[in-house]
């Protein structure tokens, strides 16, 4: 133990403090880390800034891309068609056929991209056949994820990987060479879902009004403001009853002209405000100088549909803008056009009160009501996914041949070593953006920042343990403890460190810490790399025992109306039974 080591030990217990803790976003946490490493002098400039230019960080870069020119092009649309005619006649044909399509298509495709496009689907089939969303949405996500495992390209993760190995002077790993075993790890994740896991799925109660769903108890009324009114001459967001009594306008008629509702309108005298309020601040509203209330009942669904608008679910996407900051900070309103946000579902709670002040979180659902141009907007809007309708698109099809073989040359490319993964990659995105298929700023808009950020940053924890010698120290260690029952048992254990580990953080991070220290370990025993980079880049990806593990995890958290102990019942023996299934065939297809 050095004082080189003890230093590169410490930063990387910081990291993963905060990552498990949460308090930072995982990018920064990981730009930190890289900072701290060339502050204390551990990497220079050179060596902590490499990250970035590392072909894993490149290739996940160009297939943000490819994935989104997919799913642009419209060739998806009839995935979606064929699940809800399958759902509609049987829920256990549907779960079977969802778990399998979603695997399919996360082979290839981002496996958040993947969940983003069936999701609304499967809400809407759970609907259909009066099942809770809850039987299907964990299902959805645990597909995506065993099916992301298969190639090289199904996640990120899998590419850093190789681009660790790769960087440390190692083959990288090939486009198909996750194939054999990973069929085998999503072919028992279905059937265990399919015998067992699917009993241990939540039936939470199911409703069809969303009103009912997200508690909306309120009354919903008309104010009149008299000549007399204070509130007259106020622009809407700095009168009393957006300021103090924090209550929802949702519709403004001016002498029987609808009004568009926007934080500058300036209130008149006559005005009519159709207002969302409950009981406690109607009763102080009923006090107030100047106003006459006209009406008041409870609120239903059909009553924005009076008003020209529709109640809307949507997401926060993992890694959204919106993360951390309140509706009054993104100035939500203005920026949709006068859409309202009504409820927040944050985990396990139901938001109503002072909404503008609520702290959003990737995986809140946001009840909203928004007309049609409205609505147009949230879609565009890449931080938020409207979950409740599921829209046909008007895509271009005369993209989709294009997209195909574009997206096809690029696989082949890689796959028989034609060129390597980064450059087939990289040109297939150009090739993309030439032809049309995709425009230069929806390019830009498709690739996750926060992922590359966190991907630049990561890197260098693998290139400060190597560098000072703290992975061969970690790696003596471990054979000193395991090493004497052979290579076996020390596989198994990287397995189970790796799969328990990226259940509290994040994947990327997990396997970039450990991908380094099991290379070393393997060297040490002087026994293959190839069996234990692959562990890692498995376990790193099987992440089901808590909605924190994997983004898609959370994507489904809120929506599903799930509790973390849902992931536990239903995830903790799928890892363990996949932890024994892989102790005994990664030796088999990757001999030591």
């Known amino acids: 133990m050095t004082v080189e080591i003890g230093i590169v030990l410490g930063i990387i217990l910081l ?19 890289m900072v701290l490493f060339m502050v204390t002098g551990i990497l220079t400039p050179a060596e902590g800034f490499a990250g970035f230019s590392n072909p894993a960080t490149i290739t996940v870069g160009a297939m943000f891309i490819i994935s989104s020119a997919i799913f642009k092009s419209g060739v998806l649309n009839s995935v979606g068609t064929s699940l809800t005619r399958i759902g509609r006649n049987s829920y ?19 496996d ?12 809407q089939v759970s609907r259909d056949i009066r099942v809770s969303p809850a039987k299907l949405l964990i299902p ?30 190692l083959e990288p790993l090939r486009m198909f060479e996750f194939l054999p075993a990973g069929i085998i790890f999503l072919v028992v994740g279905v059937v265990y879902m399919f015998l067992l896991g699917r009993h241990l799925l939540p039936d939470r109660k199911h409703t069809e009004s969303l009103s009912e769903e997200f508690n909306l ?103 959204s803008y919106m993360g951390g900051k309140s509706l009054k900070e993104l100035n939500f309103r203005a920026y949709n056009y006068g859409a309202s946000v009504l409820a927040i579902r944050h985990r396990d709670e139901i938001v109503h009160d002072r909404l503008a002040h609520v702290k959003l979180s990737a995986g809140d659902v946001l009840l909203i009501a928004a007309n049609s141009d409205q609505a147009e907007k949230l879609r565009q809007n890449n931080d938020i996914l409207i979950i409740s309708q599921t829209v046909r698109s008007n895509f271009d099809y005369t993209k989709i041949v294009p997209v195909l073989l574009i997206s096809v040359g690029v696989v082949l490319a890689a796959a028989t070593g034609l060129v390597p993964i980064v450059l087939s990659a990289m040109v297939g995105a150009v090739v993309l953006v030439i032809f049309g298929c995709i425009k230069p700023k ?47 048992v020390l596989l198994s254990a990287f397995f189970f460190i790796t799969f328990m580990t990226t259940n509290f953080m994040s994947n990327n ?41 994997y983004q898609t995890n ?32 990664i030796p088999y297809f990757f001999p030591f």
């Not at 079977?96 to 695997?103: D, F, K, Q, T, V």
């Not at 958040?112 to 499967?122: D, E, G, H, Q, S």
């Not at 380094?516 to 069996?531: H, K």
């Not at 692959?534 to 909605?547: G, H, I």
Request: glycine content about 8%; some cysteine.
């Open 112 to 123: 958040t991209a993947v969940v983003a496009l069936l999701m609304p689907v499967v809400i």
């Open 442 to 488: 929806e390019a830009y808009n498709a690739i996750d920042w926060k992922v590359i950020f966190m991907l630049g940053g990561v890197l260098s924890m693998g290139a400060a343990l190597e560098k000072t010698g703290a992975a061969k120290l970690l790696a003596e260690y471990l054979i000193l403890g395991a090493g004497e029952h052979g290579p076996h």
């Open 92 to 110: 256990l044909l549907c779960l079977l056929a969802l778990m399998l399509i979603s695997g399919a298509l996360s082979a290839f495709i981002n």
């Open 217 to 319: 108890g309120d009354y919903l009324t008309e104010i009149v403001l008299l000549p007399n009114s204070p509130l007259v001459g106020v622009p809407l967001q700095r009168s009393s009853l957006v300021r103090d009594l924090d209550i929802e306008v949702m519709q403004v008629l001016r002498e029987k002209e609808r009004l568009q509702v926007f934080p500058a309108l300036i209130l008149r005298a006559n005005d009519v405000l159709k207002v969302r309020i409950g009981v406690e601040k109607l009763k102080k509203l009923k006090q107030q100088q100047g106003v006459i209330l006209k009406s008041e009942r409870r609120f239903r669904d059909e009553d924005v549909g009076m008003y020209d608008s529709m109640l809307y679910e949507a997401i926060v996407t993992p890694n």
């Open 15 to 33: 990291a993963v403090i905060l990552f498990v803790t949460d308090r930072l976003s995982m990018d920064t946490v990981a730009l930190l880390t």
């Open 554 to 585: 959370t994507m489904i958290y809120s929506p599903g109306n799930y509790r973390f102990s849902d992931y536990l019942k239903v995830g903790t023996p799928l890892n363990l039974l996949l932890w024994l299934l892989a102790s005994l065939i």
């Open 140 to 169: 959805l996500s645990f597909g995506a994820l065993l099916g992301g495992i298969c190639t090289l390209i199904g996640t990120s993760t899998n590419i850093l990987v190789s681009g660790i190995a790769q960087a440390q002077g």
């Open 509 to 549: 991070a997990t396997a970039a810490l450990l991908a380094p220290i099991a290379i070393v370990t393997a060297q040490e025993l002087g026994v293959s790399e190839r069996p234990f980079i692959m562990a890692v880049a498995y376990a790193a990806s099987l992440s089901f025992m808590t909605p924190v593990g």
